[in-house]
């Protein structure tokens, strides 16, 4: 026996381990189809397969594919009061369609160093259930090239937030942008400009709030941002208003847009729950900004899910926590808005599933021969309210209460089932995942 190889138990990749029967989300349509899915948890052919394979028929329901979610916050390492950590994270992922997470670095201890990177890393295998990208900061980084040989993408935060107390000022921010173009990795920033803050009473409510960082301190930054140098792989995290998407859109640059700015305002509640930043607009602000994702003008849907405990959230609105949890809920509640006809399901694919894996350079997101066999099946008649106390968020809430969802009733990573009717029960096999392969320019089309 060569000392190289499959050993002779070794599955061979290319025999058949699952077939999934049923319409499925192929060539930008659902049609009725079978998908073969190999032994190495890859697509193999998709078609009328011929195969002893074990075969697992949908009925009513869809197959799509799973979504890339580049936006939450899982808190790990974190602080004693903590409500969230990679394992409670990564299963409220898989149970809301979601394979893949960009985590962010803003952690007690900014991940500013490949040594924190490490650590970070080391947290992942055996406790995630789905695949974790991670962020570094790189701001204050000593050597942000170091940082970018073990990162999957940087974080800019231009403005104070959860965690982050110093930033740049504009001429550390230009110097910075133009260092990391040489580096090849993709670039999120949290664009709110300080400068375009309102000082004055407290802010009380969610339009205070709005109004002590308002659309105007948002687009300075992202005038800022358009400045950088074309090669830097630039992304716009929580865009809020249509005006800056169709900046940010002019300028070729990736962007995204997160459920609670495109589904609710500063009066759907009025307490510290509804807290975030950016805030939440006004009505106006909220529906040019579905509208444009509706027409599928904002190119990745993003939860950024950054949960906080009841008590934080308790306390006056000036001094609790800005963030809420939404990545068990953003596919449910966007497949509800496609079952309802507000949306179309490729918009909905394209900015939940196709886009964000690509920008990410990931083989996920579509449903196609070689890519890696993380799906989702979806029955579109299951609606249902959404409720803060059967979600798996161990904070208990939710600021989308009560509104329609369509949770996936079953979740496939690498073809092996996460999710079964609507109930975890996968391991803990996620991994760290960095870019595979550079995207080419983001463009809004499919
Ligand atoms: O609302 C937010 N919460 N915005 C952020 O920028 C950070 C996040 C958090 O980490 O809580
Ligand atoms: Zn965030």
Redesign the pocket.
Known sequence: MPAYGPGPSSPDPRETALILAGRAWVRGRLEPIEVAIGQDGRIQSVGKIRSGAPRHDVGESVILPAATDVHV?FREPGGPDEVENLATGTVQAALGGVTLVGD?P?NPHSISDPERLEEKARLVPGRAAVDVLLYANPFGAAHPERLARHAGAFKL?LSP???ISEVPDPAETDALLRRLADLDLPLAV?AEDPAGFVRGEPPGDPRAWDGARPPAAEMEAIDRLLAAPARLRLHVAHVTTAAAARRIRAAGLSFEASPQHLLLNERSGSDPRF???PPLRSEAERLALWEAFRHGEIPILAS?H?P?SVEAKERPFDRA????PGVETMLPLLLARVRAGELDLPTLIAAACDRPARWFGQPLGRIAPGHRANLIVVDFRARRPLSGRTLHAPCGWTAFEGMDAILPREHYRDGERLVEAGEFVGSARGRVVRPEYAPGPPGAGP
């Open positions: 916050h962010m803003n935060y937030t959860t965690g949290h807290k975030v930043n950024d950054a906080h926590p800005s963030g809420m």
